[in-house]
């Protein structure tokens, strides 16, 4: 296997290619080091070699493994890119600045009650539910726009953008796109779509976050 550092560069040199392929400014896209289930045998070199931005699905996990690494390296920002349980949100806003899994109106409402008891905002993105999997959290795709609109009108919640996890067995393209345009709809700048199998794809079609782990850090072992 490869070492995390030099993935990491590799991920970035492929970045680059595929903004400029897309006539995009490398800089727009934020890389998303997806960290669940490592260590921090192979995170730290990573944050050594400058990297800032990691993502968590799991708030529990997230709280044990990050605060002590927060303590040495303070410019770090922790994403939540997995569903959340309501008795889990107030260790959410404390610990993450940005959460990708805005998924259901008892989040949003649980959410903007704690946002407002803790005077910090971290970005939100909603996720949409583009395959319309049963198994997959997410709203509808025709339901995305009135959520957004109860966010941003009832609960006062910025949203800043949309996140999907396309099915595995269609084309990712399609619901990258899907995205673009519900986001477009809505008025949101931002995009976070794209994975280690597909995050060129979805830099073509507009991500401003994606989201890559194995391809940095190794196959995930269970
Ligand atoms: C695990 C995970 C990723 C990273 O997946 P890789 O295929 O390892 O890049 C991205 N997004 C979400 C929501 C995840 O749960």
């Not at 704690?114 to 939100?124: A, F, N, T, V």
């Not at 395959?131 to 025709?142: C, F, L, V």
């Not at 830099?203 to 190794?218: E, Q, Y």
């Amino acid at each position: 296997m490869t070492d995390p550092v030099s993935a990491l560069r590799e991920i970035h040199s492929r970045i680059e290619i595929a903004a400029k392929a897309a006539n995009r400014d490398p800089t727009s896209i934020t890389l998303v080091a997806v960290s669940k289930t490592y260590g921090e045998d192979l995170i730290l070199p990573v944050i050594d070699s400058g990297q800032r931005v990691f993502g968590e699905n799991r708030v529990q996990e997230a709280k044990t493994k990050w605060p002590p690494i927060q303590a040495r390296v303070p410019d770090l920002k922790l994403h939540l890119i997995g569903p959340m349980q309501s008795n889990k949100v107030k260790d959410a806003v404390e610990l993450f600045d940005a959460i990708h899994t805005v998924d259901r109106p008892k989040i949003a409402e649980a959410l903007a009650a704690e946002i407002k008891k803790q005077g910090r905002s971290p970005q939100l993105f909603v996720q949409v539910n583009t395959g319309e999997e049963p198994q997959k959290s997410g709203i509808p795709p025709q339901m995305t726009a009135s959520f957004v609109n109860v966010c941003r009108n009832k609960l006062d919640l910025p949203i800043t953008g949309l996140m999907c996890i396309p099915p595995v067995d269609e084309e990712a393209a399609l619901h990258f796109g899907l995205l673009a345009k519900l986001a477009a709809e809505s008025g949101l700048p931002g995009l976070s779509m794209g994975m280690s199998d597909d995050f060129e794809t979805a830099i073509a079609l507009g991500a401003t976050h994606i989201r890559v782990g194995s391809a940095i850090f190794g196959a995930r072992i269970g």
